[in-house]
């Protein structure tokens, strides 16, 4: 089985349950329900790992220490690309080598979600022109500013419009569920969720 490849960016102030929600939805999905199956990775449809600006250690929210698997400049082949958010966010929006890769991984990639203020970088390197997105309802209005034809949504989970966005810290693992379904049916993202004790599967809205 030819596993879809989920890159997940990490940067100095991401949001920690932004990137590792997901990163635990999509590390843990088997097409085998069971804990049995989540002790290899033989029925794991996802590969996943997580991308730097370089290979040096990023503080995240907390000051946890994260290394990523990669830096910006010899990542592999990214299927699905995710872009957490965080305080960290705001200095990448003047940072254009960071947009520049956004730009370029979404492009070669088959699915680009965001979680919280992770839109405002997808904005800022044009992936959300004339779209509706969402965004941590504390940055609703700047992710409006970034660019004016974005269709800014409030109190959603999640927003299905070629890109996915998601709101705030928690919305991620709702999302990340959502994609899982979308690609491999309910009764797998369902799975997933009981694995993970996960109790509000069924509860977000998504627009």
Not at 48 to 68: C, Q, S
Not at 142 to 157: K, N
Not at 174 to 185: C, K, N, R
């Amino acid at each position: 089985m030819e596993k879809l490849t989920v890159g997940i960016l990490v940067f100095d102030g991401v949001e920690v349950l932004d990137f590792a929600g997901p990163f635990e939805v999509f590390s843990r999905t088997r097409l085998t329900p069971g804990t049995a199956s989540r002790r290899s990775d033989a029925d794991a449809p996802f590969e996943v790992f997580t991308v730097g600006p370089t290979h040096k250690a990023i503080l995240a929210t907390g000051d946890l220490k994260v290394v990523p698997a990669y830096a910006l400049a010899d990542a592999p082949r990214i299927d699905l690309l995710l872009v957490p958010g965080g305080f960290g966010t705001r200095a990448l929006l003047d940072d254009a080598a960071m947009i520049d890769w956004i730009r370029g991984a979404a492009g070669r990639a088959k699915h680009v979600t965001s979680v919280c203020t992770g839109a405002l970088l997808l904005a800022k390197a044009g992936l959300l022109a004339n779209r509706r997105a969402t965004t941590h309802w504390g940055a609703l209005e700047l992710l409006a500013s970034i660019d004016p034809t974005i269709r800014v949504e409030a109190g959603v989970r999640a927003v299905h419009d070629g890109v996915i966005t998601s709101a705030g810290v928690s919305a991620g693992i709702d999302m990340a569920l959502e994609v899982v379904e979308s690609l491999f049916g309910a009764e797998v993202a369902d799975e997933t969720a009981h694995y993970m004790e996960y109790e509000g599967r069924r509860s977000p809205r998504r627009v």
